[in-house]
C-alpha cells in the first residue's frame, strides 16, 4: 500500500529547505558573485508564486518585496535585516503558524 503525503504538508516541510536557499543566495550575493543577483530574484518570484499558491501569503508579500529590493539595489546595499522577515515568516509556515489551506493547489 502506498501512502501519499498531502501536497499542502508537503509544502509546508519544504519551506525549511527554502529558508536555506535563501540563505545561501543571500551570501553568494554578498561574496559578490556576479550572477546571484539573477538566481536570487528567480528563486523569490519562484517562492511567491508557489507560497501563494498554497495559501502562505506573508511568506508570499515579502518574497515579493524583496525582489523588488533585490532588483532595484546595487547589491552593495543589500543589508541582512532585508532577509529577516522572510526568512521568519519560513520558519512559522513551516510549522503551520501563518497559512489556511487553499481551496485547491
Same mark, same amino acid.
Given at each position: 500500500?502506498?501512502? *501519499?503525503?498531502?501536497?499542502?504538508?508537503?509544502?509546508?516541510?519544504? $519551506?525549511?529547505?527554502? &529558508?536555506?536557499? /535563501? *540563505?545561501?543566495?543571500?551570501?553568494?550575493? &554578498?561574496?559578490? #558573485?556576479?550572477?546571484? *543577483?539573477?538566481?536570487? =530574484?528567480?528563486?523569490?518570484?519562484? $517562492?511567491? @508564486?508557489?507560497?501563494?499558491?498554497? &495559501?502562505? #501569503?506573508?511568506?508570499?508579500?515579502?518574497?515579493?518585496?524583496?525582489? #523588488?529590493?533585490?532588483? =532595484? *539595489?546595487?547589491?552593495?546595499?543589500? #543589508?541582512?535585516?532585508?532577509?529577516?522577515? /522572510? $526568512? @521568519?515568516?519560513?520558519?512559522? =509556515?513551516? /510549522?503551520?503558524?501563518?497559512?489556511?489551506?487553499?481551496?485547491?493547489?
Amino acid at each position: 500500500m502506498t501512502s *501519499r503525503i498531502d501536497p499542502y504538508v508537503a509544502y509546508r516541510l519544504q $519551506l525549511l529547505q527554502e &529558508g536555506q536557499t /535563501l *540563505r545561501s543566495f543571500w551570501e553568494q550575493l &554578498g561574496q559578490g #558573485d556576479p550572477e546571484a *543577483r539573477e538566481r536570487l =530574484a528567480k528563486f523569490l518570484h519562484r $517562492l511567491h @508564486g508557489t507560497s501563494g499558491t498554497y &495559501g502562505f #501569503d506573508r511568506v508570499s508579500e515579502l518574497a515579493r518585496s524583496l525582489q #523588488d529590493i533585490v532588483v =532595484a *539595489r546595487p547589491p552593495r546595499i543589500l #543589508d541582512e535585516a532585508l532577509v529577516e522577515p /522572510l $526568512l @521568519g515568516a519560513l520558519l512559522e =509556515a513551516s /510549522l503551520g503558524q501563518e497559512a489556511t489551506e487553499p481551496a485547491s493547489p
